[in-house]
């Protein structure tokens, strides 16, 4: 018996990084996922890998910032596995697509424009997408990735900051709004995660290790029983919520 057994749950930007170990996490105890990227080739590389592990897993080519994609999304997974219990908004414009880190002034109108696009109407439009059959049913949990760079305002990220902060004001109004349909609405934020360390050279991320009350290199599988809980029966009674899972640098 696992905790999630049956769940049908949707990750946004599942094919690598965070998304892909909530998506292997989420698998282990027993749910059906859908890792919908706009990388759809290493979407479909990743759900071949977790269903060659025995799980059952779909990917979808989604581009999170366009309507008629996330509707699609939502479709074809009421389509694959027949209704949609979970959705995880993980897709952003964070480690792996490239953006500008710089000062205000530097930062192109268009990029800041595109990181507000993705990291934040993708939520909305996920949501949105999911939200009709999740009300019909009366139930379904909404997971959305936001930043510890909320809480510290980190320097020369202020499109990427801001999206994040937006995440977590958005998490807010979606948890008043769906409680009483059976929707719960939470948030998680990570701290700096070496997902993609080919790109990122390891001391970026050690150099934060001193700021932590656990003094290592926080991983992807770090985030992974936080995305279970807000899963699983375990957090029914919790909505609108950010969990802050970076190691104890943002102490409340
Ligand atoms: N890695 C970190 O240090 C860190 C820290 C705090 C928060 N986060 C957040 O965690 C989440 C995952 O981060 P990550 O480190 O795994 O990032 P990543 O860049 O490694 O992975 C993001 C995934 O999203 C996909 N994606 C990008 N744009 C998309 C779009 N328009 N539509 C659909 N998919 C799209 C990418 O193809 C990729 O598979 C993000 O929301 C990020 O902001 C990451």
Redesign the pocket.
């Given at each position: 018996m696992g905790r999630l057994d049956d769940r049908v749950i949707i990750v946004?930007?599942g094919?690598?990084?965070?998304?892909r170990a909530f998506a292997g996490g989420f698998v282990r105890e027993g749910a059906k996922v859908v890792l919908?990227?706009?990388?759809g080739e290493?979407a479909e590389r990743s759900a071949a890998e977790l269903r060659a592990e025995g799980g059952e897993a779909m990917a979808l080519t989604?581009?999170?910032?366009d309507q008629a994609q996330t509707e699609m999304m939502a479709s074809e997974t009421i389509a694959g596995f027949g209704k949609v219990d979970g959705l995880v908004n993980?897709?952003?414009?964070?480690?792996?697509?490239k953006h500008t880190r710089a000062p205000l002034e530097e930062i192109p109108l268009d990029e800041f424009d595109r990181m507000l696009a993705?990291n934040l109407k993708?939520v909305f439009l996920c949501c949105r997408a999911v939200l009709p059959a999740m009300k019909e049913r009366g139930y379904g949990k909404i997971v959305n990735?936001s930043?510890?760079?909320f809480f510290n305002g980190r320097e020369n990220l202020v499109h990427y900051v801001a999206s994040?902060g937006g995440v977590i004001a958005f998490t807010r109004v979606l948890a008043r709004e769906t409680g009483d349909a059976g929707v719960r609405v939470n948030s998680i934020a990570?701290?700096?995660?070496a997902?993609?360390t080919e790109e990122h050279d390891i001391e970026e991320f050690a150099a934060r290790v001193p700021n932590r009350a656990i003094k290592r290199i926080e991983m992807?599988e770090d985030l992974v029983g936080a995305g279970i809980f807000f899963m699983s029966a375990e957090s029914d009674f919790i909505s609108g919520q950010t969990l802050v899972v970076d190691g104890g640098v943002a102490v409340h």
């Open positions: 946004t930007g094919a690598a990084g965070i998304g919908a990227d706009i990388n290493q989604v581009d999170v910032s993980n897709a952003a414009i964070a480690i792996r697509v993705v993708g990735i930043s510890g760079t994040k990570p701290g700096l995660t997902s993609e992807p």
